[in-house]
């Protein structure tokens, strides 16, 4: 497969965190078509090997994979040294683990709280700061924090997972203009209905028809309907996007009325 040039990963390497499934495991496979190796990461090691067979099939990319809970801060850690270790460099951080504890407002736990801002939030303020010392020295590098419609709007029973989505976007910001002297750019995509494990784990059948009438559409999305942002924030396709969020949602949020 010829990939245009300015999708070429060829002599790169993308860390993608969360990657065994769903939209990661799709983005993980859309760089690896382009030439990228590729690390990818989540807690269960089965579903690590078989994703990691699948993202590499048929193709020359290496493809390495590591078990790590996002909420241990000594696993973020180690997983950032044991990809440097491994592939020797990263140029592309996608930060995609996170999950949702929905609770009413007034019966937030503390657990939850912290399990939650920890996972969504704070794991990718520990790998992005781990990885970029490299990225500066090479003048080169692609953060994408993978936010949520949800960043950007709220629901009933969301609060937690509203606020650390909505801090994802506050943090390519703020990282954007630190970065940008260094030729490093740093985004969000939010994505809207897609109907990986986690919504169709926590959702009713009923709120998923709800989700899906609520965009233009008219249907969830399907993981690999992602690939497209991921690879234009992760390449030299977007060099002169930075700062920003990318919305991947089916229309949700112009739906509003």
Same mark, same amino acid.
């Given at each position: 497969? /010829?990939v245009?040039q300015l999708?070429?990963?060829?002599?790169k390497?993308a860390?993608v965190t969360?990657?065994?499934k769903?939209l990661?495991?799709a983005?993980?496979r859309?760089?690896?078509e382009?030439g990228?190796?590729?690390?990818?990461?989540?807690?269960h090691? +089965?579903?690590l @090997?078989?994703?990691? $067979?699948?993202?590499?099939?048929?193709?020359?990319?290496?493809?390495e994979?590591m /078990? $790590?809970d996002?909420n +241990?801060?000594?696993?973020?850690?180690?997983?950032a040294a044991?990809t440097?270790a491994?592939l020797g460099r990263?140029?592309?951080l996608? *930060?995609?683990a996170?999950?949702n504890?929905?609770?009413?407002? +007034?019966q937030i736990?503390?657990d939850?709280w912290?399990?939650?801002?920890e996972? *969504? !939030?704070?794991?990718c303020?520990r790998? /992005?700061?781990?990885l970029?010392?490299?990225?500066?020295?090479?003048?080169? %590098?692609r953060?994408i924090?993978?936010?949520?419609?949800? %960043?950007?709007?709220?629901?009933a029973g969301?609060?937690?997972?509203?606020a /650390?989505?909505s801090?994802?976007?506050?943090l390519?910001r703020?990282?954007?203009i630190? !970065?940008g002297p260094?030729n490093i &750019?740093?985004n969000?995509?939010?994505?809207g209905?897609f109907?990986t494990?986690?919504?169709?784990?926590? !959702? &009713? +059948?009923?709120?998923?028809?709800?989700?899906s009438?609520r965009?233009?559409?008219?249907?969830?999305? @399907?993981?690999?309907?992602?690939? %497209?942002?991921a690879?234009?924030?992760?390449?030299e396709?977007?060099s002169?996007? &930075?700062? &920003?969020t990318?919305?991947?949602?089916?229309g949700?949020?112009?739906?509003i009325?």
């Amino acid at each position: 497969m /010829t990939v245009p040039q300015l999708f070429d990963l060829s002599g790169k390497v993308a860390l993608v965190t969360g990657g065994s499934k769903g939209l990661g495991k799709a983005m993980a496979r859309g760089y690896a078509e382009c030439g990228a190796n590729v690390m990818i990461s989540s807690r269960h090691e +089965d579903e690590l @090997r078989a994703a990691a $067979a699948e993202i590499g099939a048929g193709l020359p990319a290496r493809v390495e994979w590591m /078990t $790590a809970d996002m909420n +241990d801060r000594a696993a973020s850690d180690a997983l950032a040294a044991e990809t440097l270790a491994r592939l020797g460099r990263v140029d592309v951080l996608v *930060n995609n683990a996170g999950s949702n504890v929905p609770q009413p407002v +007034d019966q937030i736990t503390d657990d939850a709280w912290d399990r939650i801002v920890e996972l *969504n !939030l704070s794991s990718c303020v520990r790998l /992005t700061r781990a990885l970029l010392p490299g990225m500066k020295e090479r003048r080169w %590098g692609r953060i994408i924090h993978i936010s949520s419609v949800l %960043g950007l709007g709220g629901k009933a029973g969301r609060s937690v997972y509203c606020a /650390t989505k909505s801090g994802l976007i506050g943090l390519a910001r703020a990282g954007a203009i630190d !970065l940008g002297p260094y030729n490093i &750019t740093v985004n969000c995509i939010s994505p809207g209905p897609f109907l990986t494990d986690l919504p169709g784990k926590i !959702l &009713t +059948d009923e709120q998923k028809k709800y989700f899906s009438d609520r965009t233009v559409l008219g249907r969830w999305g @399907r993981p690999e309907e992602l690939v %497209g942002t991921a690879l234009l924030l992760g390449t030299e396709a977007g060099s002169y996007i &930075t700062g &920003t969020t990318i919305l991947v949602d089916g229309g949700v949020l112009a739906n509003i009325l």
